[in-house]
T-cell receptor
Framework: KAGVTQTPRYLIKTRGQQVTLSCSPI?????VSWYQQTPGQGLQFLFE???????NKGNFPGRFSGRQFSNSRSEMNVSTLELGDSALYLC????????????FGSGTRLTVV | AQTVTQSQPEMSVQEAETVTLSCTYD???????LFWYKQPPSRQMILVIR??????QNATENRFSVNFQKAAKSFSLKISDSQLGDAAMYFC???????????FGKGTRLHILP
């Protein structure tokens, strides 16, 4: 059974640019969540999608957005990149009941220069 | 708001010994889930163990067990017979039922000394 796949693994962008990260969940998982991980702030919740609808949202500015497609694959987009957006972005999927926790991908390391 | 606190940023343990990682959380809910995740250098977060708040019995998964004290809002992880492969960042996490995001602690970096 394939795990959660995130692409790309590494990304270097310039300040002011925008970026799109992709996440393919485990087959049958309909919930996809995104987290930003930095050394200073730890893991911070960005948003969660379920059946193409945003179900939860964290406290991030509007520059951070996401969407989910009918096949449960999800993308997150960050516009007008800032140096502080440099982080590991983790995607996680879960079963509909979510009580068994998340299965995480290996993340996308974004560096903004 | 729910919070999760891991008071030990870093710990070390000798190989084959036992180590306990601490976690406390703050919530007014009575029904929730608690998790321990492991993040090795490969970056992928791996679910180690989960505990349902309404269950009195402490969860166990092979060498990993928890000490769940609901009244004290404490959820510690015990690793027995520590192995080199256990070296990682460990995160305690909380999830409220029925629909909420998982909140993570800041993590504890565990070193295994050969």
């Amino acid at each position: 059974k394939a795990g959660v796949t995130q692409t790309p693994r590494y990304l270097i962008k310039t300040r002011g640019q925008q970026v799109t990260l992709s996440c393919s969940p485990i087959s049958g998982h309909r919930s996809v969540s995104w987290y930003q991980q930095t050394p200073g702030q730890g893991l911070q919740f960005l948003f969660e999608y379920f059946s193409e609808t945003q179900r939860n949202k964290g406290n991030f500015p509007g520059r951070f957005s996401g969407r989910q497609f009918s096949n449960s694959r999800s993308e997150m987009n960050v516009s007008t990149l800032e140096l502080g957006d440099s982080a590991l972005y983790l995607c996680a999927s879960s079963r509909s009941d979510r009580n068994y926790g998340y299965t995480f991908g290996s993340g996308t390391r974004l560096t903004v220069v | 708001a729910q919070t999760v606190t891991q008071s030990q940023p870093e710990m070390s343990v000798q190989e084959a010994e036992t180590v306990t990682l601490s976690c406390t959380y703050d919530t007014s809910e009575s029904d929730y889930y608690l998790f321990w995740y492991k993040q090795p250098p490969s970056r992928q977060m791996i679910l180690v163990i989960r505990q349902e708040a309404y269950k009195q019995q402490n969860a166990t998964e092979n060498r990993f067990s928890v000490n769940f004290q609901k009244a004290a809002k404490s959820f510690s992880l015990k690793i027995s017979d520590s192995q080199l492969g256990d070296a990682a960042m460990y995160f305690c996490a909380y999830r409220r039922r029925p629909d909420d995001k998982i909140i993570f602690g800041k993590g504890t970096r565990l070193h295994i000394l050969p």
